[in-house]
């Protein structure tokens, strides 16, 4: 079976350009979840969707906007980019949107803002 | 902000011998999960302990988990080369999200 997969794998990007980042969870997971992996740091939570709701927001700036799709794909949009958003982006999906079950993910977007 | 706190924050041993990471965090958790990530890759699952579990295994991997001490362990025997990389705790409340620390790198040394 197929892992987390998510698109583009790099990219490079100019400030105040916007981006849009993708991600398939595992087949038959609901949840899917965005986290952003700066240099020597931890990932930090961005969002969480579960049946195409929205179901929590990091303490990110509102420039930060994701979605569900129906076959529960998602995607990550990111608006007037600012040097300070390079870093790895990194999609997570779980079965449920309960907090029991472990979370799997992908091998993250690369993104570069010059 | 970032919960967890891994300890130490680099290691470095020989091939053979056994590797142990610690882990804290603040609040309450629902269960805690350690991930391992090669080189900037992504986060690979290696366990999940759940609040009301002491200790788990998994191959070479053991870990424990004290929530009356808010801190876990993940001991990696008999490390190999191919255990190099960055090693996170996360863990999860009851609104599901993970909360990170800043990863331990583990170095083994052939």
């Known amino acids: 079976d197929a892992g987390v997969t998510q698109s583009p794998t790099h990219l490079i990007k100019t400030r105040g350009q916007q981006v849009t980042l993708r991600c398939s969870p595992i087949?038959?997971?609901?949840?899917v979840s965005w986290y952003q992996q700066v240099l020597g740091q931890g990932p930090q939570f961005i969002f969480q969707?579960?049946?195409?709701?929205?179901?929590g927001r990091g303490n990110f700036p509102d420039r930060f906007s994701a979605r569900q799709f129906p076959n529960y794909s998602s995607e990550l949009n990111v608006n007037a980019l600012l040097l300070g958003d390079s870093a790895l982006y990194l999609c997570?999906?779980?079965?449920?949107?309960?907090?029991?079950?472990?979370?799997?993910f992908g091998e993250g977007s690369w993104l570069t803002v010059v | 902000s970032q919960q967890g706190e891994e300890d130490p924050q680099a290691l470095s041993i020989q091939e053979g011998e056994n590797a142990t990471m610690n882990c804290s965090y603040k609040?309450?958790?629902?269960?805690l999960q350690w991930y391992r990530q090669n080189s900037g890759r992504g986060l690979v699952h290696l366990i999940l302990?759940?609040?009301?579990?002491r200790e788990k295994h998994s191959g070479r991997l053991r870990v424990t988990l004290d929530t009356s001490k808010k801190s876990s362990s993940l001991l990696i025997t008999a490390s190999r080369a191919a255990d190099t990389a960055s090693y996170f705790c996360?863990?999860?409340?009851?609104?599901?999200?993970?909360?990170f620390g800043k990863g331990i790198t583990l170095s083994v040394r052939p």
């Open positions: 302990i759940r609040s009301n579990e």
């Open positions: 969707y579960y049946e195409k709701e929205e179901r």
């Open positions: 996360a863990t999860a409340g009851a609104n599901s999200k993970l909360t």
């Open positions: 997570a999906s779980r079965q449920s949107g309960s907090s029991g079950n472990t979370i799997y």
């Open positions: 609040t309450s958790i629902n269960n």
């Open positions: 087949s038959g997971h609901k949840s």
